[in-house]
């Protein structure tokens, strides 16, 4: 029996505040605008689909014939069964990220798409920050508050790692500004993305923390009209189920025709000694 890996989460939380978001959430509305417009540039007709995410009522109508499926760590997914494979806004709370994609790929068909959105490392920076200053300053030490989120170029390298052909990774950012931290809080309690690390501090904090978190969020991340800069970044991962038809690499010097001459100009060779300069 497969051992799953300790989740970073503390799930009945994390279910408790996906219940508790609302409709208006501007960072799933951004999310869903660019799926949309990156299936639209694959230019095919997917009858299979299957949609996984924590937030069905926000994706259901995304594509109405697809199959919604809960973001748990065994998917309810029927392998090879689905031409498209949706992990909307979910992969970032996953204990195993790669074992969710790998789950996907194999719930693809040849030649299936799968496509995953989710909140990158860039996500929330001003507020970590200043937490973190805050309650270092008023408790004497961390304790987890914001989700930890990957970075695009290491959420990259786990489309290959879970078999994916073709991989692409790329990022949309998104600043918004806020008259007070407060505002900013609402908006995450709407998300549903309050903390719900399993490793969070159990008892009351401080107010303490809070007030001088506001302080130096003003301080250091306020513009010129004293609005709260805050950053969002939304990472997308597309990937293959592999299949004999896909593009492949060519030999290394297999080519059989010269580059200069596509480009109409002149090659160059390099020189047996490289000069670097100020070197003899």
Known sequence: MTQLPPDISDRIALLRNRARAGDDNFLHALARDEVE??????????????????HPHLWADLIPTAQMVADDPVLALEA???????????LHWAADPVGQMVQ????????GLFLAVLPGGQTLSELRACLAQA?????????????PMAEIRDLG???????LALPVADSVGQNVAYRKIDTLFSDLRMMGERNALAARRRSFTPRGVFTRAA????????DDAGLLRASFELI????WAPDSSQPRPLRPGSATARL????????TPLSDKIKIPGKD
């Open 260 to 267: 200069a001459d596509a480009l109409g100009t002149r090659e």
């Open 135 to 147: 309650e270092a300053e008023i408790c004497g030490g961390l304790s987890p508050r914001v989700l």
């Open 37 to 54: 417009l990156r299936l639209a540039e694959v230019n095919r007709r997917f009858t299979r689909p299957a949609i996984v995410t924590g």
């Open 215 to 222: 302080e130096l969020y003003a301080a250091h991340f306020a």
């Open 80 to 90: 090879g069964a689905h031409d498209l494979v949706i992990h909307a806004m979910a």
């Open 236 to 239: 997308f991962l597309t990937g």
């Open 104 to 111: 996907a790929r194999r719930a693809l068909c040849p030649d």
């Open 157 to 163: 390298a786990l489309l290959q790692r879970a078999g």
